[in-house]
């Protein structure tokens, strides 16, 4: 059974500092890889995708790449903000219907 | 485009109680799906559907059933709320194939089963 692991569960850096999160996961066998964020009492946004052929997909400040051999994909974000400030959740898609497994998340404090 | 709606926002239910979550897309997306949230535990999937009259289970499907008679539409009905049904619903859809295709999510339905 695939397994989604997201370390640390909690982070807290000072504003301007860059952020990496970390995801991995147990069965290289995946379609893609995608990461979401989630504010406080709200839904999911997705933020990135990442294709089981692709290395890597940046989108502004955002960053994610995808070591499917490894089992790990890292999210970079450059120059935090306090409205970077959320959960982040990485799942990765283990069938060609649309099945995603989760990890538990990584919650982030961007401190003016 | 509305993407993924879902009704209703908040619920209350006593112990017993059985309720119908709505859940409707217009992307025209084969797959769809019911996951809860609860604290620290992530997303676990309760059912998923990958066409009209097609479902299936996921990772948690007791205490809930669905059906999918439509292509737009994927309610999950609580056949006798439990205390431990208490979490957040969400409803999410794409496409299925090997194609770069995302998931989408709706806001959400916050349950709490006294």
């Known amino acids: 059974k695939q397994e989604v692991t997201q370390i640390p569960a909690a982070l807290s850096v000072p504003e301007g500092e860059n952020l990496v999160l970390n995801c991995s996961f147990t069965?290289?066998?995946?379609?893609?890889l995608q990461w979401f964020r989630q504010d406080p009492g709200k839904g999911l946004t997705s933020l990135l995708l990442i294709q089981s052929s692709q290395r890597e997909q940046t989108s502004g400040r955002l960053n994610a790449s995808l070591d499917k051999s490894s089992g790990r994909s890292t999210l970079y974000i450059a120059a935090s903000q306090p409205g970077d400030s959320a959960t982040y959740l990485c799942?990765?898609?283990?069938?060609?219907?649309?099945?995603?497994?989760f990890g538990a998340g990584t919650q982030v404090v961007v401190t003016p | 485009n509305a993407g993924v709606t879902q009704t209703p926002k908040f619920q209350v239910l006593k112990t017993g109680q059985s309720m119908t979550l709505q859940c409707a897309q217009d992307?025209?997306?084969?797959?769809m799906s019911w996951y809860r949230q609860d604290p620290g535990m992530g997303l676990r999937l309760i059912h998923y559907s990958v066409g009209a009259g097609i479902t299936d289970q996921g990772e948690v499907p007791n205490g809930y059933n669905v059906s999918r008679s439509t292509t737009e539409d994927f309610p999950l009905r609580l056949l006798s709320a439990a205390p431990s049904q208490t979490s957040v619903y969400f409803c999410a859809s794409s496409y299925s194939g090997e194609g770069a295709y995302e998931q989408y999510f709706g806001p959400g339905t916050r349950l709490t089963v006294t």
């Open positions: 799942a990765v898609r283990t069938d060609s219907w649309g099945k995603l497994q």
């Open positions: 992307m025209n997306h084969e797959y």
């Open positions: 069965d290289s066998a995946i379609y893609n």
